[in-house]
């Protein structure tokens, strides 16, 4: 755009997730002139995009959920894992809620942004032509924003119709009686297959590693006798941030073998019964800990898991006699009847383990082992996590470096909200915060709340500038793979450690310590005047 042209505010927000709608939200009520903007054409973040058959959230409602009263008082839940359709719903009704469109442009993608010391102010330009001049830069572009499609041999080639699942075509395709294929087996593979394998006509599942999920225990919450409790939810919104994993439940006190094995079976039954993340989240407290005591907990879902499916040789690439990773290191997912459709004749299971892809030609795809025909291939092959959404923006600070080559050799930030050398720009959902370990919208509040108070203390002060030391960052570094350490993290191949992108630093990319701990250590950081930060005029 032209200079005239430039818009002028005091704080650009990128992504209209959880962590963007709060902060709109929140920056307005404090008097920031402040506007949003969303690559996609409403709200909902990860559940704007995704929108294939069977996307739901694996966490549980009430916890995924803000917890302004005037959200919740009037909003009914129909389910406990509220399918894609329902979560935006619910973004609409926050929306509106919050009136948060007038101030919203959609359809707007921010490909760069750079600093001006002189004016203290960072420039964006988005690829639809807007330039925004902003005291502060804040990114809540999520830990999915950018896609991961693994570069097989012949790609090109194919002829049938190729889909990465957060790009599920708006007019939904007719899948009946077709030949499917799912690559990947995250969540979204997961997901997928299942609800897949009710209408394809032959359906391959395409696994490299186990995915140890667990049961999903869906309620129907329309029904009067299992209506939420609304009056408990202020307290329990206020006790989110005492939850490890930022939900309403901590790990036991105790350790694995602390109990008789009655006991402990005992204990993995009921966890199991729950039918959410309990049986990972809320267990013994040394599980992501001891490998003995991960192993312990792995032997139980594998047998529970294997006694879902009726071939021995199709159990031992799902749910292998020998432990495979350390269980909970890699992102478990809930499902709702994904081992069963092994035992369908239509459905076969590829183990890209022994029979790896070699390319994709005109019809489908060959293996080492055979050649498979599909009129579709779904590569549920996920993201560059984490960093991905962040870096891929040409981001500028003072000294002309850019976020993609700060972070060259792994991520640097401090308190995984901010990054040295790049003022007034802070982010949520990012690298080394309890991201991924934390319900997202306790964090988007958590981290919201933080980067507002440190605006507003700014505002007070009559400062312009904030700017992390490279020693808060090299501190912070060294905080976050001493907890990875500490933990089975490291021993698991999986996005937690960046593993999944081809050439990606093999790092903790996440928080270990637990949302008390990081929402302490915050905390503390704020009311002793934003330690380990540079405040300049
Ligand atoms: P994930 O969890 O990253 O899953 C991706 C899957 O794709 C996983 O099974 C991968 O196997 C597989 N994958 C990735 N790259 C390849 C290559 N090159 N070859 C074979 N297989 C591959 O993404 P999702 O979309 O399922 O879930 C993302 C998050 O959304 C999820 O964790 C929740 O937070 C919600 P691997 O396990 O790496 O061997």
Redesign the pocket.
Known sequence: GTASSVQELDALIVGAGFGGAYQLWKLRNEGYNVKLVETGTNYGG?WYW?RYPGARV?SAIPHYEFSDPALWKDWIWKQRFPGSAELRAYFAHVADTWDLRKDTKFNTFVENATWDDGEARWTVKTREGDTFSVRYLLLNTG??AKR?I?E?KGIEKFQGTFIH??YWPHEEPNLKGKKVAV????????QLATDLSKVAGFLAV????P?MSLPMKQIDYNLPEQALPKPKYPDFFHHRTDSFSGFSFNFLPRSTFDDTPEKRSETYESLWAEGDFKFWLATYYDMLFSEEANREAYNFWRDKTRAKIHDSKIADILAPMKQPHAFGC??V?LENGYFEIFNEPHVKLVD?RTT??QELSETGIKTTEEELEFDYIIC????D?ITGGLAQIDIRGPSGESLKEHWKDGAKTYLGMSVAGFPNMFFTYGPQAPT?FCNGPTCAELQGNWIVGVMNHMREKGLRKVDAERESEKKWKDEIWKLANASLLPST???YMG??I?GKPREPLIYLGGVPTYYKTVNECAANGYTGFKLEK
């Open positions: 990860v995704n694996d830990f999915a991961y693994p097989w699942p957060s690559i990947g087996t995250g969540s979204t593979g997961i395409f696994q490299r590693t995915n890699k992102r997912s890209m790896p892809i549920a092959t996920g993201y996590a991924a191949k999986s996005w593993d999944n081809p």
